[in-house]
């Protein structure tokens, strides 16, 4: 019998030729080999999770770690935040990872947990966090949600949500030991319905009774909503953020109070391709909801830029109906900058999304580079090209693209809040 450990993935980054040389001349084995194997897995516990899956083949005993709920435990303590970028290409049945924390931000390629061969046309991603994917099945004919960890291969359903939905936007916000999901949209079975947009939230909790968690009461969005779901859901502060077009909104949902409000966003008459991100967040930071767009206003005095904006003032939620909240300029993408992605982008329009102090936006063309903001430092600078296939620059990019915040994790506990028992683990061939 297989685990589903068995064919972890390798994310593979070379390591520098001077860091190599200097391990050697420092590894003595009179000294190293008789370290106390606590120590030893306390610092094998520091790693960061693409390090650890290299090193895992080292010896039997580095391996059986991956079964130690004690060492994941500490590994999930103890290991760097990872500030990773996943891009989900549909029907790939992989995600394309970019590191941006080097000054040559690199790729990799992580395989999908996916239940069979080919399944990836049923399975789309539809929102990340704390080291899960969440993925929409249609496989049902019932627009179903699944948690995954794509690193341990682990998969588990969420109970059958109580409103079904045509095209639903997906908000996940996951702790150690807890998550919350939320389902928006039209409440339709088919295009010529008739609208109620509306939202059911899903709220699992080790500390909680039932800890296999429930879908709350159904809670209705302001009126004149109107949801795109590739945009996705931004979380902050026990609130989750999405955006509303047609005309542009933000809409902010209370998870406590369970109450949609509204929030206006800046020059909304202006705006193109706006998203909602999570920026400045970790593992010891609380992230601020953002606001990534490119503004493009027929009058001279107001040149044609990308620019972000933090929201601030109690995070913007307002009770009852709209208002409340400001917005910041904390950045703007340099002319010259600007003049490269507007080529790049051609009014196709881009994705965009943040970890941490990073920003990526993404332009949908075919062969799009990728540009990669450092908020902390604010440099604007190009990823080089995606070396594995699908791509040119980011994509197949035209054939509907997604790019989500996400960290690699050997331990994502919530996970198996679900179900009260463990999730399955579909066992299938993976490569790096």
């Not at 990773?84 to 394309?96: E, I, N, T």
């Not at 968690?213 to 945009?231: E, V």
């Not at 593992?283 to 601020?288: L, W």
């Not at 950045?331 to 003049?339: I, T």
């Amino acid at each position: 019998m297989h685990h589903p450990h068995h064919h972890l993935p390798r994310l593979l980054h070379p390591s520098s030729s001077s860091s190599s040389e200097a391990v050697d001349m420092d590894m003595d084995p009179r000294v190293w080999g008789r370290l106390p194997q606590p120590l030893v897995d306390r610092v094998l516990a520091c790693l960061p999770t693409p390090s650890f899956l290299r090193l895992r083949a080292a010896c039997r005993r580095f391996y059986s770690l991956l079964y130690s709920s004690p060492f994941l435990h500490s590994h999930l303590l103890l290991s760097p935040h990872l500030p990773f970028f996943a891009f989900a290409v549909p029907s790939a049945g992989y995600l394309l990872l970019l590191d941006p924390t080097r000054q040559a931000p690199s790729w990799s390629r992580l395989p999908l947990p996916l239940p069979a061969p080919g399944a990836a046309q049923a399975f789309s991603p539809a929102a990340a966090s704390a080291g899960l994917l969440a993925f929409l099945s249609d496989a049902s004919g019932h627009k179903t949600l699944l948690l995954a960890n794509p690193i341990t291969r682990l998969l588990a359903p969420l109970p059958l949500c109580p409103t079904a939905r045509l095209s639903p936007t997906v908000g996940l916000a996951a702790g150690p030991t807890s998550f919350i999901a939320v389902m928006a949209g039209d409440d339709l079975v088919s295009p010529f319905a008739v609208k109620n947009i509306s939202a059911d939230t899903f709220v699992a909790d080790a500390a909680s009774v039932p800890p296999s968690g429930f879908w709350a009461p159904s809670s209705l969005l302001p009126r004149l909503s109107s949801l795109d779901p590739r945009a996705g859901m931004a979380f902050a502060s026990g609130r989750f953020y999405c955006m509303s077009s047609s005309p542009f909104a933000v809409l902010v949902f209370d998870v406590a109070t369970n109450v949609w409000s509204k929030v206006q966003p800046p020059m909304r008459r202006f705006l193109r391709s706006p998203a909602l991100v999570e920026l400045g967040g970790g593992r010891e930071r609380e992230a601020r909801v953002a606001l990534v767009s490119a503004v493009e206003k027929s009058r001279l005095s107001v040149p044609r830029s990308v620019r972000v904006w933090t929201l601030r003032g109690g995070h913007g939620a307002v009770g009852g109906g709209g208002g409340g909240g400001a917005w910041t300029e904390v950045a703007r993408m340099p002319p010259d900058v600007h003049a490269q992605f507007a080529a790049a982008e051609g009014g196709r329009g881009f994705e965009s999304a943040a970890h941490g102090d990073f920003v990526v936006l993404a332009p949908r063309g075919p062969g799009s580079p990728v540009l990669v903001f450092d908020s902390r430092r604010d440099e604007w600078r190009w990823a080089p090209p995606c070396p594995y296939p699908y791509v040119g620059g980011i994509a197949a990019v035209g054939a509907g693209f997604r790019v989500f915040a996400y960290e690699p994790r050997l331990a994502t506990p919530a996970i198996g809040l679900l179900d009260a028992a463990a999730p399955v683990a579909f066992l299938h061939g993976m490569q790096a």
